[in-house]
């Protein structure tokens, strides 16, 4: 039986590391491309880039995804502080480089998105998050709901394969 190289050979050996950078990477990027569509993109129209597929558009959102629940933005604030909580107390159980990669990406996207929930009008955990990606008219979004379709990928992907967090897998 070969080993998987995405599994430490260490039994001792975390993915902390991996993990936080992935998670501060996509906080970076996210804040920064905010900043530009928000300089860049307000109170201007539509920018296509290809096509009728996919424009950057400003739009200030005060829901989650699709805008829904637009009337519980500090329920969503509070629960993006609960998820970035449970996450950082999981991250030194990780030892499988994949799930830090997907959770690191988790946990950027939720800080990313939190970050304007704290800091944007209309106030303290009801800000609005800025999003500027338009596809296709379906929905608007941003670099962390970019980062959060990818570690529910990622995480959806490990776990069907059976490979565990902590580096064990299902039946072994």
């Known amino acids: 039986m070969t080993a998987d190289p995405d ?3 260490t039994p001792g050996r975390r ?3 991996l993990f936080a950078a992935v998670a501060v990477g996509v906080v970076a990027i996210d804040q920064l491309t905010k900043w530009w569509a928000v300089e860049s993109l307000r109170d201007h129209d539509p920018v296509p880039l290809v096509g009728d597929l996919l424009s950057l558009r400003f739009v200030l959102n005060p829901g989650a995804a699709l805008g829904t629940a637009a009337g519980y933005t500090i329920v969503l604030s509070l629960v993006a502080v609960a ?3 449970a996450l950082v107390v999981l991250a030194p159980r990780l030892r499988d480089r994949w799930w830090a990669v997907g959770l690191g990406l988790f946990l950027g996207g939720a800080v990313g998105n ?7 009008d209309p106030g303290f955990l009801r800000g609005h998050v800025v999003d500027f990606i338009d596809y296709a008219g379906l929905f608007v979004g941003n ?3 970019i980062a959060l379709t990818v570690a529910a990928v990622v995480v959806v992907g490990r776990s069907w394969r059976g490979h565990r967090f902590d580096g064990t897998r299902e039946g072994s």
């Open 7 to 9: 599994i430490t050979q």
């Open 15 to 17: 993915r902390v590391g």
């Open 83 to 85: 998820t970035t909580i």
């Open 114 to 120: 939190l970050v304007d929930r704290v800091v944007r």
């Open 143 to 145: 670099v962390a709901d």
